[in-house]
């Protein structure tokens, strides 16, 4: 079993033209937190992700957790699988190509993962293929395909999207699975709420910085909402009181 240790990243610089994505942004997580990444469309946390996976190169880092193939599980933002292929095939795939020494292991890890009333569900879906599957299931498999190997770092970038709020639950079981296990989880996620319910805390990036956050009550406090989606908003255009003046509770 991979060690655990946990993401250590100090401004961190990118950018694309004049467009600043990283701007001296400095993020930590422990070795068995799960860690939330809340940002708008289009503010960089996929970039990021990329970056701490050495997909991209920051512009400049003056220290960073830069993750291996053999350290970390890096679930994207889109999956697409082959139509023709089974979804038992592509499970076999995942197995093959990352390398995974004892594949009965893995078997073992993904089924504890899963829980024993929903495995019969997993292998029914293993048995259809991709091109008849819908998003949402083919979502749920891989990412539990994914989360089934042995890494010390899991990085998830929006894995339920386009899921439905009972796969949606399944996954969140499986993350606090490998919470236990001393494993750190990096999640982004456009859901607020869920964010803020199965992460430990989390950070907003906007404008190229991170802002940590103790949980929900903290976000909402520091923005003065009484909703988590009103608070995302005000940390998107960068709200502040001194800024705007006298104002009524959103």
Known sequence: MNPPFGIDVIEATLAYGEKVILDRASLAADAGDVVGLLGSNGAGKST???ILCGIKPAATLITASIFTPEDCVYLSQTITTPAALKM??????????????????????????????KIARFVELGKKRSGICSYGEKRWFI???????????????????GV???????????????????????????????????????????????????????????????????????????????????????
């Open 164 to 250: 439905d709020p009972e796969y949606r639950f399944y996954i969140w079981q499986a993350v606090e699975v490998l919470r236990r296990r001393q494993k750190t989880i990096l999640v982004s996620s456009h859901l607020v709420g869920e964010i803020a319910d199965n992460c430990g805390y989390f950070y907003f990036l906007v404008n190229g910085k991170f802002t940590r956050y103790a949980d929900g009550l903290a976000f909402m406090t520091a923005f003065e909402c009484d909703s988590l989606d009103a608070a995302f908003i005000r940390a998107a255009q960068c709200w502040s009181p001194a800024a705007l003046g006298p104002h009524s509770r959103a």
């Open 143 to 161: 990412t539990m395909c994914l989360l089934a190997l042995d890494r010390s770092i899991y990085i998830l970038d929006e894995p339920t999207s």
């Open 48 to 50: 990021f992700f990329d």
């Open 88 to 117: 038992s095939e592509i499970a076999d795939m995942v197995e093959l190509l990352s390398d995974e020494t004892d594949g009965s292991s893995m078997r073992h890890r993904r089924e504890e993962l899963i829980g024993p009333h």
